[in-house]
């Protein structure tokens, strides 16, 4: 399956570097492949004194054969220039659109000219290739400034035969490049090849280099970045959370080469460098740095540092990852890092498994001044030119004045090169994979030194993720920040991403689903969408069309394509095997390819006109439109339209249908079966496995009371009536029956779903404490009888307070449980209550539920009063604001239901108002919640993180289920004495206590006591005898 396209890895929240109103004196909307327009609308846009705007077509193609002039190399375009003071000159939206050399003309696209500042956006360069600097884009000149937003490019290089020749993609000469969210991949120059930057400055932020190459034998450096010289005397070069990959150079830097002048600054932060190399056969004498290669900068030393007398240093590196890089050639220096005459200083950084031909496997100093701090150096290797000294592995050059402190360093045999002030430990590290944030991390297991080793005054105050590091307390050492898998409730949960979606009308997030590839596919309405760099319009949708998928990548900050189908979009699943979309909406319903950019096969919505009760349409459903839809892991889809639902094969061929709240076609009350007057259906799923398909809701029973129920049908067997055969149901009491038992609160069903580990999540709520949840489901007749062999106990479990309702009165109050799919039989069941106090149970409703491959379970809704540990929460560590009645609440528990592993909530700081959590998934190592808010959320990450009018769509993206802890000092098996609760705690490494507590002090024997009182403070520092 093809997945992912050319746009996958763009964001759609546009990052402005430079922000600044301007008047669009004209807009030139520029037809596919209409390159003669192009042409002509740049030759407008130069001739008059505005600010402009191009609009390219719809992911358009523009093919460029010709040259059109050849001012500093030949360009395909009009060379651009500064005709407007007051502003920037020329902004392209590219929209998706690629720019396509083709033939044998060797030519670049762009030249950016004296003074002038352009924005580019959404753009896709394919294939320039010119024999001057710059293969896609060359800014010439002084003072010009180029935004690059969301773009790629896409193989281009420098043809010329210069030993300078570079940037394979964009050449920057005396001017300002800022680049966000873009990708770079299979460029090549002679130098830089991706990007030459020649005396300017640079800032780069949520970026990837991936597969470019300098490649002039001899000299070529930058593989990725070649930086000759930032703008004037204090120039600065910045590179933020960006990712460099494969990357080679000739001679130095194969993923970074960073040559500064005078007082020029380096700042390189939250970057990932992973399989870099340079030194092929053609390189010079001692090539070097296959992560990174730097001279020249200004930085000022954290006052805890020593030998603090340099104020020249030029170069700071902090919290990066530098891992499996390479200085091939026999005289390889500097696997990772090499520093050379000049001053670097390095802080929290992991930089670990590279490899140097000749010596510093991890860091190679030449000259000038190096200081790190805080950072792991661990299994570097160096080949000593073929010589069996075994050593310099870690490090090689001058070690007087680097270490800083709080380092950490490992080898696995002979000799580091680093000195032995520093501690030589194995740090315990886990491979590089996406811990959370844009860049890839390496964690340490519990048990590493690093935990806790870190420096107070010196480190970082976040991590490579962007996490802040443990407050309070000591941080950890290296680009990562511990964090405990706790057998408790997790309070902190870490996302990789937080945000809003829509614009100022009223938004609603209505759908979300995770692919097999980790892409996140999100439905509803919205009133704006991000600008996207590949958008689809398909059945009867126009480019206004509100009605949208939005399509994130893993970690949820960028975008990579917007499906325009309607004008809403009110429920979507995903084929758990081939990762095809189902989405149900004003459109009627449709199987989408996994890209979201073709139609597999259609019904619209005229299809399912079926109101044989007389309902208008939508009226079937209390909580939606009444359009719901599943699809199976055979690609069989199920739909729901009002009382029906339909069932068809996986090429739209409709299989069976059926009137849900009747099992015949009486329309008087009360008829037998599913319904009664009132009825509402509200949810719909399936299973391929046991060929059911499942529906929920509540049936009005009497005047006086509601019933839910849930119901699995077989779509194949037939009944003695001809209809589907109801195989199980679940509740549907009858008014008497309530009456017997005294259980007549009313209940609702509003969501069943087929679970990630194949077992059914049912969520629903009661409107009292007395209700038929607290029973076994299986049907009631009308005389209360139930069959013998049925235990009328169901497994509902307790965790506590916030699941018994002790003092509810009305309201409504969630009900989730998981089921046998074939039976209807309940595994667990839970309440779950906000409270007021003590014996104050209140209101909480859980819209949206799920369960991830290892069977813990999702329930999302809002809480009217206090959650669960509502005064302990955080986000990333950032507490939630004011609670406010009916705010999103989010509960997950253990399989069993006899834990509560996570609570969470994203109230904002300011300005909070109502809202909720509408839709969730967890799978394949990652979890996402959208929701609804009037107010402001916490935002992480997140480019879009402004509260428009109205009410807006939020979401958050996280990955591993991980929860902060306070390190201890404590082996031993003791007796833990928390008020009432005594019991017997083996300590291996720490443990978190939810709660503040105070330790007494001293020794304690291998049976000791530990007595926690009730007050506020840290367990630490405690060993046992």
């Known amino acids: 399956m093809k997945h992912l396209n050319k746009f996958k890895i763009m964001a759609a929240f546009i990052f402005v570097f430079i922000s600044c109103s301007w008047a669009k004196a004209e807009i030139f909307e520029i037809a596919d492949n209409d390159v003669p327009g192009l042409i002509q609308a740049i030759v407008s846009a130069n001739n008059n004194a505005e600010s402009d705007t191009i609009i390219l077509a719809d992911n358009g193609s523009y093919i460029f054969t010709n040259i059109d002039n050849d001012t500093r190399g030949p360009n395909a375009l009009p060379v651009i220039v500064n005709s407007n003071e007051a502003g920037p000159d020329l902004e392209i939206i590219g929209k998706g659109a690629s720019l396509i050399r083709s033939g044998d003309n060797e030519f670049r696209f762009f030249m950016i000219g004296r003074d002038?500042?352009?924005?580019?956006?959404?753009?896709?360069?394919?294939?320039?290739?010119?024999?001057?600097?710059?293969?896609?884009?060359?800014?010439?000149?002084?003072?010009?400034?180029?935004?690059?937003?969301?773009?790629?490019?896409?193989?281009?290089?420098?043809?010329?035969?210069?030993?300078?020749?570079?940037?394979?993609?964009?050449?920057v000469h005396e001017s300002r490049l800022n680049i966000n969210d873009c990708r770079f991949s299979g460029n090549r120059g002679n130098v830089g090849g991706a990007l030459k930057v020649l005396l300017s400055d640079l800032y780069v932020t949520r970026s990837t280099f991936e597969?470019?190459?300098?490649?002039?034998?001899?000299?070529?450096?930058?593989?990725?970045?070649?930086?000759?010289?930032?703008?004037?005397?204090?120039?600065?070069?910045?590179?933020?959370?960006?990712?460099?990959?494969?990357?080679?150079?000739?001679?130095?830097?194969?993923?970074?080469?960073?040559?500064?002048?005078?007082?020029?600054?380096?700042?390189?932060?939250?970057?990932?460098?992973?399989?870099?190399?340079?030194?092929d056969p053609a390189s010079g004498d001692w090539p070097g740095g296959?992560?990174?290669?730097?001279?020249?900068?200004?930085?000022?030393?954290?006052?805890?540092?020593?030998?603090?007398?340099?104020?020249?240093?030029?170069?700071?590196?902090?919290?990066?990852?530098?891992?499996?890089?390479?200085?091939?050639?026999?005289?390889?220096?500097?696997?990772?890092?090499?520093?050379?005459?000049?001053?670097?200083?390095?802080?929290?950084?992991?930089?670990?498994?590279?490899?140097?031909?000749?010596?510093?496997?991890?860091?190679?100093?030449?000259?000038?001044?190096l200081k790190i701090s805080s950072s792991i150096i661990s299994k570097n290797t160096a080949y000593n030119g073929g010589n069996d000294w075994n050593s310099f592995h870690n490090f090689s050059g001058n070690t007087d004045g680097i270490d800083q402190g709080n380092n950490l360093q490992f080898v696995l045999s002979g000799k580091s090169g680093l000195p032995d002030t520093i501690q030589a430990a194995d740090p315990l590290l886990n491979p590089l994979q996406n811990n959370g944030g844009f860049t890839e991390t390496m964690s340490v297991q519990e048990q590493s030194p690093a935990v806790d080793g870190g420096n107070n005054t010196g480190s970082a105050l976040t991590d490579q993720r962007g996490v802040l590091r443990l407050e309070n307390n000591i941080p950890d050492i290296g680009a990562y920040e511990y964090e405990k898998t706790f057998e408790g409730t997790r309070t902190n949960l870490i996302v990789s991403t937080s945000g809003y979606l829509g614009g100022k009308g009223q938004d609603q997030g209505n759908a979300a689903g995770i692919q097999s590839n980790k892409i996140i596919v999100i439905g509803g309405l919205f009133s704006s969408l991000p600008v996207p760099e590949k958008e689809n319009i398909l059945l009867n949708a126009d480019s206004s069309s509100t009605g949208a998928l939005i399509c994130l990548t893993e970690i949820g900050r960028t975008v990579y394509s917007v499906t325009r189908l309607g004008n809403i979009i009110d429920d979507l699943d995903i084929n758990p095997v081939n990762d095809q979309i189902a989405a149900a909406g004003d459109f009627g319903l449709v199987l989408l390819d996994p890209d979201a950019d073709q139609v597999i096969w259609h019904k619209p919505l005229s299809y399912f006109n079926y109101t044989d009760t007389g309902l208008a349409d939508g009226d079937a459903s209390y909580f939606g439109n009444g359009r719901r839809v599943a699809i199976a892991q055979d690609g069989t889809v199920a739909a729901q339209f009002n009382e029906y639902y339909f069932v068809f094969d996986n090429q739209g061929s409709e299989i069976t249908r059926r009137?849900?709240?009747?099992?015949?076609?009486?329309?008087?009350?009360?008829?037998?079966?599913?319904?009664?007057?009132?009825?509402?259906?509200?949810?719909?799923?399936?299973?391929?496995?046991?060929?059911?398909?499942?529906?929920?809701?509540?049936?009005?029973?009497?005047?006086?009371?509601?019933?839910?129920?849930?119901?699995?049908?077989?779509?194949?067997?037939?009944?003695?009536?001809?209809?589907?055969?109801?195989?199980?149901?679940?509740?549907?009491?009858?008014?008497?029956?309530?009456?017997?038992?005294?259980?007549?609160?009313?209940?609702?069903?509003?969501?069943?779903?087929?679970?990630?580990?194949?077992?059914?999540?049912?969520?629903?709520?009661?409107?009292?404490?007395?209700?038929?949840?607290?029973?076994?489901?299986?049907?009631?007749?009308?005389?209360?009888?139930?069959?013998?062999?049925?235990?009328?106990?169901?497994?509902?479990?307790?965790?506590?307070?916030?699941?018994?309702?002790?003092?509810?009165?009305?309201?409504?109050?969630?009900?989730?449980?998981?089921?046998?799919?074939?039976?209807?039989?309940?595994?667990?069941?839970?309440?779950?209550?906000?409270?007021?106090?003590?014996?104050?149970?209140?209101?909480?409703?859980?819209?949206?539920?799920?369960?991830?491959?290892?069977?813990?379970?999702?329930?999302?809704?809002?809480?009217?009063?206090?959650?669960?540990?509502?005064?302990?929460?955080?986000?990333?560590?950032?507490?939630?604001g004011t609670r406010i009645n009916n705010e999103n609440a989010l509960i997950c528990v253990s399989p069993d239901f006899s834990r509560r592993t996570l609570a969470a909530c994203w109230t904002g700081e300011e300005q909070a108002d109502i809202s909720k959590i509408t839709a969730l998934d967890s799978s394949h190592g990652i979890s996402v919640i959208i929701g609804e808010t009037l107010g402001n959320i916490l935002t992480a990450n997140s480019a879009d993180n402004i509260k428009n009018s109205g009410q807006d769509v939020f979401f958050s993206v996280w990955t591993e289920d991980k929860t902060p802890y306070l390190k201890g000092d404590i082996n031993c098996n003791s007796s833990l004495d928390l008020g009432d609760a005594v019991g017997i705690l083996q300590i291996i490494s720490g443990m978190y206590f939810a709660s503040g507590c105070s330790l007494m002090n001293g020794d304690m024997n291998n049976n000791g006591k530990l007595e926690i009182e009730d007050s506020i403070g840290i367990l630490k520092g405690v060993s046992g005898n």
Not at 141 to 151: E, G, R, S
Not at 226 to 253: E, L, P
Request: aromatic share 12%.
């Open 116 to 171: 002038a500042h352009v924005k580019i956006s959404g753009i896709c360069f394919k294939n320039g290739k010119c024999p001057e600097d710059g293969g896609a884009i060359h800014v010439k000149w002084n003072n010009a400034v180029l935004d690059l937003n969301h773009c790629i490019f896409e193989n281009n290089m420098c043809s010329g035969t210069g030993d300078e020749n570079g940037g394979g993609a964009v050449m």
């Open 659 to 880: 009137l849900i709240t009747r099992e015949d076609s009486d329309k008087t009350a009360n008829p037998y079966g599913i319904g009664g007057y009132n009825h509402r259906v509200e949810d719909i799923s399936i299973d391929s496995t046991s060929r059911l398909v499942f529906v929920t809701g509540f049936s009005q029973r009497s005047p006086d009371f509601q019933s839910a129920y849930i119901a699995g049908f077989s779509y194949e067997l037939k009944g003695d009536d001809g209809k589907d055969k109801n195989i199980w149901t679940d509740y549907n009491w009858w008014y008497s029956a309530s009456q017997n038992t005294g259980l007549g609160a009313d209940t609702k069903g509003i969501r069943i779903v087929m679970g990630r580990d194949n077992r059914l999540c049912f969520a629903g709520y009661a409107d009292g404490g007395n209700n038929i949840f607290t029973r076994n489901p299986k049907y009631l007749d009308e005389n209360n009888k139930m069959p013998d062999y049925i235990n009328t106990s169901v497994n509902n479990v307790k965790i506590d307070s916030f699941n018994d309702g002790a003092g509810a009165g009305s309201g409504r109050f969630a009900y989730f449980a998981k089921l046998d799919p074939a039976t209807g039989e309940i595994d667990a069941g839970q309440f779950q209550y906000s409270s007021a106090g003590i014996n104050e149970a209140r209101s909480f409703e859980i819209f949206a539920v799920q369960s991830d491959e290892s069977g813990k379970v999702m329930a999302g809704g809002r809480s009217e009063y206090d959650m669960p540990e509502r005064n302990k929460l955080t986000i990333n560590r950032v507490p939630p």
């Open 290 to 369: 296959g992560g990174f290669w730097t001279r020249g900068g200004l930085f000022d030393y954290p006052p805890s540092w020593t030998d603090n007398t340099s104020n020249d240093t030029r170069t700071i590196i902090k919290n990066c990852t530098f891992y499996k890089n390479r200085a091939a050639h026999i005289q390889g220096l500097g696997g990772g890092i090499t520093s050379g005459a000049m001053d670097t200083a390095i802080i929290n950084c992991t930089v670990a498994e590279n490899n140097a031909g000749w010596a510093g496997g991890g860091i190679f100093r030449d000259k000038g001044i």
């Open 211 to 279: 597969n470019n190459h300098a490649v002039y034998p001899g000299s070529g450096s930058g593989g990725g970045i070649y930086i000759d010289g930032a703008f004037s005397d204090n120039g600065t070069i910045t590179v933020t959370d960006s990712r460099f990959i494969n990357n080679s150079a000739v001679q130095s830097g194969g993923g970074f080469f960073n040559f500064l002048y005078n007082n020029n600054i380096t700042n390189l932060e939250n970057c990932v460098f992973y399989n870099n190399t340079v030194g």
